[in-house]
C-alpha cells in the first residue's frame, strides 16, 4: 500500500509539472505563430499571402498572372505559377487592381519583347510548389522552380524588401515590367531610369478600378548592376539606360560569381520620384532585411496583443488570430515620410501631424472593421476621417470606396457617412467636427447614386434606378445616422428633417409576402413577377449581389419600427428562422456570384447578411441569436485555404468573426451597442490601454453549451441582451454563464 501510494504521489507531481510547463509554454507561444495568411487565398476569399506592415503603404506578394475574380489579390492557392512579385495589393476585395512594379528574379536572359503580355507567354514565369511555400504577419518565402531560385519577402510600413538567394551558377538577375497588368489595370505611361549601379527609379500610371493610378518608386540593389536590357513598347533597347513609353520593362544583371543572396529595396509614392526616394532613404537604407522581418513581426506581435483569447483548442486561436491579423491590413497608409500625397485630380495636398489613408472600402467595413478600429485603434482611425474630409473636399461629397485616393463610387448607399457618425457617436472627436457635420451632411443632401429620387419619393421606385430597394434601405440608416449626429450638435431641424427620412423602408415592405420590395413611383404596384429566391447581378434588379431573402433585413436603426410591420414579435422570428431553414437554391440566369456561405437563404459570404442573426435579440428571442451565431461560427470559419465563406472585403469578414466569437456584435454600429451572442472564449482580454482592460468571461463554454443562462457586467446581473460602448471602453468584466439548453427568461 505504501509503495502504490508513493507511486501515486509521483504520478500526480509529473502530471502537475507536465500541465505547468504545458500552460507555461502556451503562454510563451508568440500570437503570430497562430496567423496563417493562407486561410481566405482559396475559395472566394481572395487574400494574399505575402507580407505588410499593420495598415502598410506596400504589401509585396506573389502574383500568378492569372486573370478572373479569385484572382483580385493576384494569387490564388490552387494556381502553380509564378509570374512575379507586385509591391502593391489588394486584401480581399470582389475587383481587382495594383499588382504594381512586378519583380522577379531569373538566372538567364529573356525575351524582354514579351513583357506585359498574357501569363502564358511571360518569359520570365515559373512553376512552384505551396509545399516551399511558408507566410506569416511579416513574411513571406517561396522556391522558384525553373531558376531555382529562394524568394524571400518582408516590409515595413513604406518600404518593401525583397531576397533572392540564387542556388544554379548562371546569371544572376531580376527583371522589372511595369507593362504587366491583370484583370482592371492597364498601364497608360510607364518610365525606367537607371540612376546609378544600384538604384533604380521610375514610374507607372495606370487606369483601371482607380481611374487615375500613379505608383512613383525607387528600387534601391545590395549589390552593383553590371549590365541592363530595357524594352519600350515590346522594342528591345540594348544600349539605354533609361526608357519612358506606355509599356516599359527591364532586365538587370549582377556579376557572377559573387555573393548568392541579392537584396532589393523598393519604395513607392503617389506624388513623385523624389518622395518614394525619401521614403526610401527615411524607412529603407537604415534597415537590412532581416531586421525588418523582425521588426515587423513584433509590430504584428504587438498589435494581436491587444486581444489575447483563451482556449483549449489551437485551431480557434488559428481561425481567430488570422482574422484579427486580417481586419489591421486596410485601409492602408497612402501619404508619404513628408505628409504629402496625390488627389485623384492630380492636386497634391499634405498632412500635417496625421497620416492619409486609402482603400477604403466603406459598404463593407461600416459593419464591423470600422467598429472593431474604433475600439482597438482610434487615434488611426481620426486620421481616417481626417483622409475622407480631405477627399470630401476635392469631390464635394464623402467618399464611396476610395482606391489610391481615386473615388471608384463601387457599391450602394453613402457609408463614409455612417463610419464617421459612429466615430463621432463613439466620442471619437480629433478633427474638425463642424466640417465633418457639413461633408455627412453635404453627401445625403446631394442629388446623385439615388438621392434625388429618393428624396423625391421618400424611396426609391424601381422604375428610376437598378438596386431601387437595397439603396433605399442604406440610404435610411444613413439619414439616421445624419439625424443622430444633428442632434448630438444641437440642430434640431435637420434632426427632425433626416430622423423622418430615415422611415423609407416602411413604404418597400409588402405585407402580402414578407419582404421589401420594388415598388412603383405611385405607390399602387410592385414589380412583377417576384420570386424571393430570384437573384440578377447588378441589372435589372431590386438588390444589390442578393436576393430579397438577403436583402429584407436592412433596417438597423428602428428595429421595434421594423418587427411591427410584421406584425409582431411571433410572425417576424418565424420569417427570420425562415431565412435560415429555407431550401438554399438560388434562382435566375445571371445569379450573383457574391451570394456564398449560404445558410439556407442566409448568406455569410457578403456583408448585407452580417447583422441579421442578432436580430433575433430584438424580437424577445435572444436564444436562436446564440443558436445562429453559433451555427455561423462553426461553418463559415476554419483553417483552410478555403476557411472564408466569401470576399475578405478589406477586413469585415473577418471582423464578424472577432466580435462574434467574443460575445458581442455592433448590429447597428452608430448606436453604440453591441448584441450579445454566443462568446467562444473561456476568457477574453481586450487591452483598451496599459491600465485598462475588458475581460470576457464563459467559463463553460463549448460545442454543447452555447447557450447563455445568465449574464454579468462588474458583477451585476445583466438582464438585457446587449452592452454599450461606453461600458466596454470603460474597461470592466463581462461574465456570461453558459448552457446546453436556453433560457428562453433571459434576456426579455
Known amino acids: 500500500m505504501d509503495k502504490f501510494f508513493y507511486i501515486l504521489v509521483l504520478s500526480a507531481l509529473f502530471v502537475g509539472s507536465s500541465c505547468k510547463q504545458q500552460k507555461q509554454s502556451e503562454l510563451s507561444e508568440p500570437l503570430t505563430s497562430y496567423v ?30 492569372t486573370g478572373g475574380w479569385d484572382w483580385c489579390s493576384g494569387y490564388h492557392i490552387t494556381d502553380s505559377i509564378i509570374s512575379g512579385f507586385g509591391q502593391l495589393h489588394l486584401s480581399g476585395t470582389g475587383i481587382g487592381d495594383l499588382a504594381d512594379i512586378l519583380l522577379m528574379p531569373t538566372n538567364q536572359p529573356v525575351d524582354l519583347s514579351l513583357f506585359g503580355t498574357s501569363k502564358d507567354s511571360l518569359p520570365y514565369a515559373s512553376h512552384f510548389s505551396h509545399e516551399t511555400e511558408i507566410a506569416s504577419p511579416g513574411y513571406y518565402k517561396v522556391t522558384l522552380d525553373e531558376p531555382n531560385i529562394e524568394v524571400e519577402l518582408t516590409a515595413n510600413s513604406y518600404v518593401a524588401f525583397h531576397k533572392y538567394t540564387y542556388q544554379a551558377e548562371s546569371s544572376p538577375s531580376f527583371i522589372l515590367d511595369l507593362g504587366y497588368a491583370v484583370n482592371w489595370d492597364k498601364p497608360i505611361e510607364s518610365s525606367i531610369n537607371l540612376e546609378n549601379d544600384t538604384l533604380i527609379t521610375g514610374y507607372r500610371h495606370s487606369t483601371g478600378w482607380a481611374k487615375n493610378q500613379k505608383v512613383f518608386f525607387a528600387i534601391a540593389s545590395s549589390r552593383p548592376i553590371e549590365n541592363i536590357k530595357l524594352m519600350a513598347d515590346e522594342e528591345v533597347l540594348d544600349s539605354s539606360t533609361e526608357v519612358s513609353a506606355t509599356k516599359t520593362g527591364g532586365q538587370f544583371f549582377f556579376k557572377e560569381g559573387a555573393s548568392k543572396t541579392i537584396e532589393l529595396k523598393i519604395a513607392v509614392s503617389s506624388v513623385g520620384i523624389a518622395n518614394a526616394k525619401e521614403n526610401l532613404n527615411q524607412h529603407g537604407t537604415p534597415h537590412s532585411f532581416d531586421q525588418t522581418k523582425k521588426n515587423t513581426g513584433q ?17 480557434l486561436k488559428t481561425i481567430f488570430y488570422t482574422a484579427l491579423y486580417h481586419t489591421q491590413i486596410a485601409p492602408v497608409l497612402f501619404s508619404d515620410t513628408n505628409g504629402e500625397f496625390r488627389l485623384q485630380n492630380d492636386s497634391i495636398v499634405k498632412a500635417d501631424d496625421w497620416q492619409a489613408y486609402s482603400t477604403l472600402s466603406l459598404w463593407d467595413t461600416f459593419r464591423a472593421e470600422n467598429p472593431l478600429l474604433n475600439i482597438l485603434q482610434p487615434e488611426k482611425v481620426n486620421s481616417i476621417i481626417q483622409s475622407m474630409l480631405i477627399y470630401y473636399d476635392e469631390q464635394g461629397r464623402l467618399p464611396v470606396w476610395t482606391l489610391y485616393a481615386n473615388e471608384t463610387n463601387t457599391m450602394t448607399g453613402n457609408h463614409g457617412v455612417s463610419m464617421i457618425v459612429e466615430a463621432f457617436l463613439k466620442g471619437i472627436r480629433n478633427y474638425d467636427v463642424n466640417k465633418a457635420y457639413e461633408a455627412v451632411r453635404t453627401t445625403m443632401m446631394d442629388d446623385i447614386r439615388g438621392l434625388k429620387p429618393y428624396k423625391e419619393h421618400g424611396f426609391i421606385p424601381y422604375t428610376e434606378l437598378d438596386e431601387s430597394v437595397t439603396i433605399s434601405l442604406e440610404f435610411a440608416y444613413n439619414d439616421w445616422c445624419v439625424a443622430q449626429m444633428a442632434k448630438a450638435l444641437g440642430k434640431e431641424d435637420d434632426h427632425a428633417y433626416f430622423l423622418n427620412r430615415s422611415g423609407a423602408f416602411k413604404h418597400l415592405f409588402n405585407a402580402e409576402t414578407g419582404f421589401m420590395r420594388g415598388r412603383s413611383a405611385d405607390k399602387k404596384s410592385w414589380r412583377e413577377p417576384f420570386d424571393p429566391k430570384y437573384s440578377n447581378h447588378r441589372f435589372h434588379t431590386d438588390y444589390t449581389e442578393g436576393n430579397a431573402w438577403q436583402h429584407s433585413w436592412f433596417v438597423l436603426h428602428d428595429v421595434p419600427g421594423f418587427i411591427e410591420l410584421h406584425g409582431g414579435n411571433e410572425p417576424f422570428t418565424q420569417k427570420l428562422e425562415q431565412l435560415f431553414t429555407e431550401s438554399s437554391e438560388i434562382s435566375g440566369d445571371n445569379v450573383s456570384a457574391d451570394i456564398s456561405g ?150 426579455l
Open 36 to 65: 496563417d495568411p493562407f486561410i481566405g487565398t482559396g475559395g472566394h476569399g481572395h487574400t494574399f499571402p505575402g507580407p505588410t506592415a499593420p495598415f502598410g503603404m506596400v504589401q509585396p506578394s506573389p502574383d500568378n498572372g
Open 299 to 315: 509590430q504584428w506581435e504587438n498589435l494581436l496583443s491587444k486581444i489575447q483569447v483563451e482556449t483549449t483548442q489551437d485551431s
Open 598 to 747: 449560404l445558410i439556407g437563404q442566409y448568406a455569410h459570404g457578403n456583408e448585407p447578411s452580417h447583422h441579421i442573426a442578432y436580430l433575433f435579440n430584438k424580437a424577445k428571442q435572444p436564444w436562436r441569436t446564440q443558436f445562429w451565431v453559433r451555427e455561423i461560427l462553426d461553418t463559415q470559419y476554419s483553417t483552410q485555404p478555403d476557411g472564408l465563406s466569401g470576399n475578405e472585403d478589406c477586413g469585415q469578414m473577418s471582423a464578424w468573426y472577432v466580435f462574434s466569437s467574443l460575445g458581442f456584435y455592433p448590429m447597428n454600429p452608430a448606436s453604440g451597442q453591441y448584441e450579445l451572442g454566443s462568446p467562444l472564449f473561456k476568457k477574453a482580454t481586450i487591452a483598451l490601454s496599459t491600465e485598462k482592460n475588458f475581460v470576457v468571461l464563459a467559463e463553460n463554454t463549448s460545442s454543447i453549451n452555447k447557450y447563455i443562462q445568465s449574464v454579468k457586467l462588474n458583477g451585476k446581473s445583466l438582464r438585457r441582451t446587449y452592452i454599450t460602448h461606453d461600458e466596454i471602453m470603460a474597461g470592466g468584466t463581462l461574465e456570461f454563464e453558459m448552457g446546453a439548453d436556453p433560457n428562453k427568461n433571459w434576456g
